[in-house]
Every structure is written in structure tokens, then in C-alpha cells.
């Protein structure tokens, strides 16, 4: 897909440069037929083929997105349902498993490079409802055999990530009517324990705040502390008090001090910092 996005702002922009805009949308006929076709005879073959994948394991990605104030998830809805999912799939016999969850992140986002973590396995023996898989396969015109091996029990591991949504312009592909961001108090009704898987995601991540940098990739290279302090209480839901934070924050020896901000006024003007990026090796 990144491929294909690839192709496409190069087409556009070559028919901008020679006018030949007609020639462009006939070429992205073809390369957007190419590339679906490319993706559900994958998707297609990965059914029947349970070789190349590990037995009985699976990755899910509940990716937040931060931005001006406003705390998200993206969420995948399934071709032809109203069922509703975090992104997530299989892991390649030859992949490793965080590079799996890399994969998923990359095709959902196409960001890279940023803050991924694993933070719980899930593996209760009833978690996938087989008719609620039914439907989604019903869903995408293929049949499932009751013996694939996709139907057998599953243990997903999770992860989490952290990204700016507005820099993520959320990929679909074939098998999905949309992905999109959630606020957090509106969430539709999800797949198997994808909720449970959620919430645990969010849980850790607001326990976790303090002794990770994962929000380093949400702030620019300098910022205030109360930048930092807005942004802690978005993804904790909760005021803090001032004085406090800042005492805290200076305490876990994460920050770097740095210029002042000029505001051009006759107040003070507010302390720059940066992440100390060497305290989280």
C-alpha cells in the first residue's frame, strides 16, 4: 500500500507538471486494480495457507492518537458489517513478533518510527466468537471451512502506540469499510475481547507514563511545561495541579532545560524543555 500511495503522488504530480490528467486518472484505474487485486489474493491465499504463518498467534495494535487536546483510537471496521475491531493480524513464520505489530502499525498509519510497545497477551480459550468470524468472511464473498485454522483458538498479544492523528491519514485496504479515529467515549460495539484489549492498553499506558517516553513523539523538539502538562492530562482524563506536576516531572530526570520562550511581554516569559532521550535507554 505504501507502494501504491507512492505511485499515485507521483502520477498526480506528473499529470499537474504536463497536463495530462486524463493519462493519470487512466494509469490510477490501473494501479488501484492492481494493487487490490495484489492485496485479496493474499488475503485469499493466507486463508488455506497456514504455513506460513505461526500456529495459533496473532498481534493487535490499539494505536491512540493525540492531538490539541483530543485523545483517539483507530479502529478498523470489517467489508460489509458493522463490526468494528483494533487493527491487528497474523505473524509470518519468518517474522519476528514485533516486527509484526510493526507491519500492522505501518499498513493502518504508514508511520514509522515511533513509540511501539507490547503489553499483555490474550488468551482466554472462548475469546473468538466463531459466528461473529462467520460474518466477517460472509462479508468479503469467502467461504470459511469449519476446520481453518483461522477459526481454532487464538492467543493475541498487544500492543500499543502513541501517534499525532493529525500527521496519520488512517489505510484501509479490500477487506474494510473504513478505518477511522474514536474518541474514547464514543466507541462502537467491538469484536471478540477488542474492547477488554482497549482498555487494558489504555491502562497501561497512562501507568506507564512516567518511567516511558512515550509521549516524546507528541510534543515538538522544545516545549513549555504546561504543553506537557496538557498532554498528560488528556491521556490520564484528569486535571493536575501545577505545582505538583512540574515538581514531579523535574524529579524524574527526564527533561532538559533549555532557552526561554519569548512571549514579547512584560511577564516572564516561560522555560523551554526537551526530552533527555539518553534517561530512557
Not at 489474493?41 to 497456514?50: G, H, P, Q, V
Not at 472462548?126 to 469449519?146: H, N, T, W, Y
Not at 509521549?215 to 492530562?233: G, I
Request: net charge negative.
Amino acid at each position: 500500500m505504501a507502494l501504491f500511495n507512492f505511485v499515485l503522488f507521483y502520477c498526480i504530480n506528473l499529470g499537474q507538471w504536463y497536463e495530462l490528467a486524463p493519462i493519470t486518472a487512466k494509469y490510477f484505474t490501473i494501479f488501484e486494480k492492481f494493487f487490490s487485486m495484489q492485496r485479496e489474493s493474499t488475503y485469499r491465499e493466507a486463508l488455506n495457507d497456514s504455513d506460513n504463518f505461526l500456529p495459533s498467534i496473532s498481534v493487535d495494535c490499539v494505536i491512540f492518537g493525540f492531538h490539541d487536546a483530543q485523545l483517539k483510537v483507530l479502529l478498523i471496521n470489517f467489508k460489509n458489517t458493522d463490526i468494528w475491531a483494533v487493527p491487528g493480524g497474523y505473524v509470518l513464520l519468518q517474522e519476528d513478533m514485533d516486527d509484526a505489530a510493526r507491519r500492522v502499525l505501518w499498513e493502518r498509519t504508514s508511520v514509522q518510527d515511533i513509540f511501539l510497545e507490547q503489553f499483555y497477551a490474550f488468551g482466554k480459550r472462548d475469546r473468538v466468537c466463531k459466528e461473529m468470524q462467520e460474518e466477517i468472511f460472509s462479508g468479503l464473498g469467502i467461504p470459511l471451512a469449519a476446520d481453518a485454522w483461522v477459526s481454532r483458538r487464538f492467543i493475541s498479544v498487544g500492543y500499543y502506540a502513541l501517534v499525532d492523528f493529525s500527521k496519520v491519514i488512517p489505510n484501509p485496504d479490500d477487506h474494510l469499510n473504513e478505518c477511522g479515529w474514536f474518541r474514547l467515549d464514543e466507541l462502537p460495539k467491538m469484536i471478540f475481547d477488542h474492547a477488554d484489549i482497549l482498555q487494558k492498553a489504555l491502562t497501561t499506558l497512562q501507568s506507564r507514563l512516567d518511567y516511558k517516553l512515550v509521549v516524546s513523539n507528541l510534543l515538538p523538539e522544545t516545549f513549555t511545561m504546561s504543553e506537557l502538562q496538557s498532554l498528560y492530562e488528556t491521556i490520564l482524563g484528569k486535571k493536575l495541579l501545577r505545582t505538583n506536576f512540574q515538581r514531579k516531572m523535574l524529579g524524574l530526570e527526564i527533561l532538559e532545560r533549555v532557552e526561554k520562550r519569548f512571549s514579547g511581554r512584560a511577564h516572564k516569559a516561560p522555560y523551554l524543555y526537551r526530552f533527555d532521550m539518553t534517561e530512557s535507554e
